[in-house]
């Protein structure tokens, strides 16, 4: 068969195509993966020949040399960097250990994910937060081992805290404390870990038999910035005809304001109204009152995913981290 001339590097999905396999298939065999039988490996292999394929990257063996941590931009706003920070220096941590070489960058969605990735001649991805479908199906074909951390996709190995856990446990807490009227302040739907948390909210209410009023459900609006979004939100809890006796707000940036939005319209907390957060940032502990939360072992979150692309599991994988409640005087 005559070599077909691309005039750019084919993709994996493309070989795929090409070979008559899966993507899953394809990457095994491109990344000299086990669970791959010889016949189907020497299919693909033909086919990314045929194609063009610079045969000369291929992973000869299961060691990484380089990784980049990529997230981003449109999603991850600025009062999500202590997170995401606290989160690389366990990547840090765990890459220095393991003797391997570390980059750091952000895309957005108008940015080719591939193109940036070739510059970077990285042998593995760390993406982090949320990112938009076609972002993914564009990483899912670069062929080369990735993980998620702190968002989920069933065709993809991921690392998670028990978001889900940790707000139910929350939730609990608010309900044993004898709060009844308990609102949710929710940001963007885009993020796995934040839909998780309403869902835990959610499971709390039913399973201690609290009817769910739909409306104590916010979003912050708009949605990117902080402030004013966070105040729009208060505003429109506490003008409600009976009011909540507690938000649980969907991360510490949020609840932070918004106990500073409630004593600006004459209410103490936690004796007026009980706030609470997740993620347990270094500001909660210094807010006033010191703030109620969930605790993300932010660090484990970055260890674990440079375990994950280490140990290159022949199917998609997803690691959850435990979370921990931490009680504070946001709430009595």
């Not at 072992?297 to 692309?309: F, P, Q, Y």
Request: charged share 25%.
């Amino acid at each position: 068969m005559t070599t077909r001339a691309r005039s750019s590097s084919p993709t994996i999905r493309d070989i795929a195509r090409h070979a008559g396999v899966s993507l899953g298939t394809t990457s095994r065999a491109l990344n000299n993966q086990l669970g791959i039988n010889d016949e189907l490996k020497a299919r693909v292999l033909k086919a990314a020949e045929e194609l063009g394929y610079d045969l000369g990257n291929l992973r000869q063996s299961r060691t990484l040399r380089r990784i980049t941590f990529i997230y981003d931009r449109q999603h991850n706003t600025l009062s999500n960097n202590p997170f995401y920070s606290t989160v690389l220096h366990g990547v840090e941590d765990a890459c220095n250990q393991e003797k391997i070489s570390l980059s750091f960058t952000s895309t957005n969605p108008e940015e080719s994910i591939s193109e940036r990735i070739r510059r970077t001649e990285t042998d593995a991805l760390l993406c982090v937060g949320a990112f938009e479908p076609e972002q993914l199906q564009e990483i899912r074909e670069l062929g080369i081992p990735v993980a998620l951390i702190d968002l989920w996709h069933p065709a993809m190995s991921n690392i998670n805290s028990d978001n889900f856990g940790g707000a139910y446990q929350l939730t609990s807490l608010l309900i044993q404390k004898g709060y009844r009227r308990i609102a949710f302040i929710c940001g963007p739907e885009s993020h796995y870990s934040i839909t998780q948390r309403r869902q835990g909210y959610r499971y709390a209410l039913t399973t201690h038999h609290i009817e769910q009023d739909p409306d104590l459900e916010v979003f912050r609006e708009p949605i990117m910035e902080e402030t004013l979004g966070t105040e729009n939100a208060v505003k429109r809890l506490l003008g409600l005809k009976e009011r909540p006796d507690a938000i649980f707000c969907w991360n510490d940036s949020t609840a932070i304001q918004a106990i500073q939005t409630c004593y600006r319209h004459g209410l103490k907390v936690p004796e007026d109204i009980a706030i609470v957060g997740f993620d347990d940032l270094p500001t909660a502990r210094t807010a006033f009152p010191p703030l109620t939360t969930v605790r993300i072992d932010k660090e484990a979150l970055g260890r674990r995913g440079v375990e994950l692309l280490l140990a290159r599991p022949d199917e998609p994988t997803q690691v959850i981290v435990p979370t921990q409640l931490i009680l504070r005087s946001s709430t009595r």
